[in-house]
């Protein structure tokens, strides 16, 4: 159980924005109705002024509230480990490094945007926060940060992880938040797709239209993102931030990033403050590891979509399998996302970021191996990552190359022992039924009419 501790940084003063430094400027958002831009005052309505502003914002670097600073120190700087005993295990000459985010309080890198998004909603007088949220990451987060900062939130949570992941839910009960199943008896949207198929699943997309649903009965409330719009991935390069002034201490400089996605938070945090690097010309490949399940930048098309079931939310222009396409109950509940974060779909689309799909027994056994050598537990999440960087760090022993290779552990899976048991007791299957689906011409993975 070896690993070694870095140079430590400081908590950034400022939130890097990439937008200043992409090729181009991502596609606008669509009203789903009149399939033209959406302006301020729809946005508005959705989310936190504040929030909507930082969407667009030409500036490279956002200042960072020094209440939410503050919030921050509860475990921030987070550490920078590097992988002896991996290493040693895979005989690879190359350095492994990784980015440790399952040390906040709630488990995750999460809570990076969660607590600047209470502050936002308090600060201008909002009463709720609504959310979705998968395995629960992302509503533990923000059920933590809206208890810190005075206000409820509702999380709408996919009912495969409601009903498999417990503790998250209690987890969130416990900060006096209110979890419900999606879908679930609770609106009108869940109500239909009960009525349809009443064990459906549910995914992030039917949460993400109970959640607008609600938001748009309710004027005291607004939406509430662990990931997909720009200012969440914003938030997030807090982590990236770090991870470059450590790197630079010790004199080193990433040949490989990697991170997991679902849609892209963790992926874009770490991932973009090294962009810039990239397009200047250095040789830095940013790879994203995803499900083989829903391999959304892997097998997706670039195209407009849905961002939910319902197609209540705005049009986005990114990777997608199909705003109708239900992930099966995998393990890695986080990941079970139709389509990218815009702008990590623009850097896939543009050559800036790479991705590889994983059967989910290939990433349970990375994920427990690196747990037997390092002592730390990640969420199979994470353990996609580590799967990618464990094959990054034998392709290069066989090229014989020296290298660095960077990855982001998300979170910890100390909460995912469920799965692990199904793992370990040689109960887990590998589900993909996308290649299958879509060969087979499914509906639910057909392009929507307009742009």
Known sequence: MERHDLPAAR?????????????????????????????????????????????????????????????????????????????????????????????????????????????????????????DTGAGQWGSALSMACSLFGIKALVYMVRASYETKPYRRHFMETFGQEVLPSPGPHTEFGRTLLKEAPDHPGSEATAVSEALETVRLNDGDRFSMGAFA?????????????????????????????????????????????????????????????????????????????????????????????HGFVPPPIHSGG?????????VGLARHEGIIDSR??????VFEAGTLFARLHGLLPAPESAHAIRAAMDLAVECREQRRRAVIVFCYSGHGLLDLGAYGSYTAGEMADTEPYEAALAAGDPALAAPAGR
């Open 335 to 343: 990941l079970r996302y139709h389509g990218a974060a815009p702008l």
């Open 11 to 131: 908590i950034p003063k400022r939130w890097y924005n990439v937008l200043p430094d992409l090729p181009r400027a991502p596609d606008d958002f669509l009203d789903p109705r009149t399939r033209e831009p959406v302006g301020t005052e729809y946005m508005e309505r959705l989310l936190p002024k504040a929030l909507v502003a930082q969407e667009t914002s030409p500036e490279r670097w956002i200042a960072i509230p020094e209440e939410v600073r503050a919030a921050y120190r509860l475990w921030r700087p987070t550490p920078l480990y590097r992988a002896l005993a991996l290493e040693r295990h895979l005989d690879t000459p190359a350095e492994i490094y990784f980015k440790y985010e399952g040390a906040s309080p709630s488990g995750s890198h999460k809570l990076n945007s969660a607590l600047a998004q209470a502050y936002y909603a308090k600060l201008e007088g909002h009463e709720r926060l609504v959310t």
């Open 357 to 362: 799909a994983y059967a989910q027994k290939a």
């Open 230 to 322: 720009g200012h969440v991935l914003l938030h997030q390069t807090v982590v990236g931030l770090e991870t470059r002034e450590q790197l630079e201490e010790l004199g080193k400089q990433p040949d490989f990033l990697v991170a997991s996605v679902g849609c892209g938070s963790n992926m874009g945090g770490f991932a973009f403050p090294f962009v810039g690097d990239k397009l200047d010309g250095r040789d830095l490949t940013i790879l994203a590891a995803e499900p083989a399940a829903c391999p959304t930048l892997t097998s997706g098309t670039y195209r407009y979509d849905f961002a939910d079931a319902s197609g209540l939310g705005p049009m986005a222009r990114t990777y997608t399998l199909g």
